[in-house]
């Protein structure tokens, strides 16, 4: 199903999106976009929708064609103190304030948003997938802070977060238990250990 292009055609609409919230290290980001509203590209959709090359062709495209755009983050100390959430919508407020012009309309994806002044706002659930302003910052968002994990992980190779970008995968999971914990990860976060499965072989009665 196509993207649509706007909510509204009164005002100028901003599509909001973080990325990383989720990671066991590095910051959350965020990204704030106003496109066109004749902006169509055939392969905008949520980022995790999009595979990897696609993503930076794309961000290219958007940072050429939108209006205004702006990424920012909130790192892991700020995210300890918080919280996750609170941080999330602080990176958001952050790509908001650096807009210019500033919209008059704010298209935040997922169900709760901690208003940024008097700027009305509509979350919408899986708006990523929904609106292309919203696609076009989960782009931005993701590519941004997927290009400042590699850049750590130049830092601490042990963890290998060029490939799992902070996420909790078994591989950084199992980093965690050798290595301990960086000052990149998120103390707050509460980052288990892998389970070890045993599998007992021929064993008979």
Not at 64 to 84: F, G, H, L, P, T
Not at 89 to 108: F, Y
């Amino acid at each position: 199903m196509a993207l649509k292009k706007y909510y509204q055609d009164q005002l100028l609409e901003a599509g909001c999106d973080e990325a990383g919230r989720g990671c066991y290290a590095g910051p959350v980001f965020a990204a704030a976009v106003i496109l066109p509203r004749n902006f169509r590209h055939p392969l905008l959709n949520d980022s995790k929708q999009v595979k990897e090359d696609q993503r930076y062709m794309l961000r290219e495209v958007i940072e050429k064609k939108a209006i205004a755009y702006s990424v920012a983050s909130v790192c892991e100390e700020e995210i300890d103190r918080i919280n996750i959430l609170q941080a999330s919508w602080l990176a958001m407020h952050r790509a908001i304030e650096a807009l210019h012009p500033t919209p008059g309309l704010l298209l935040i994806d997922g169900n709760m948003f901690r208003p940024y002044g008097s700027l009305p706002y509509h979350c919408i659930v899986k708006g990523d997938a929904t609106y292309t302003s919203i696609a076009a910052a989960s782009i931005l968002a993701k590519t941004y802070r997927d290009d400042h994990m590699i850049r750590l992980h130049e830092q601490f190779p042990s963890y290998n977060w060029k490939q799992n970008k902070g996420y909790g995968t078994p591989e950084h999971r199992i980093a965690i238990e050798s290595h301990g914990l960086c000052s990149y990860h998120r103390r707050s976060f509460n980052i288990l250990p892998v389970q070890k499965e045993f599998c007992f072989e021929g064993l008979s009665s």
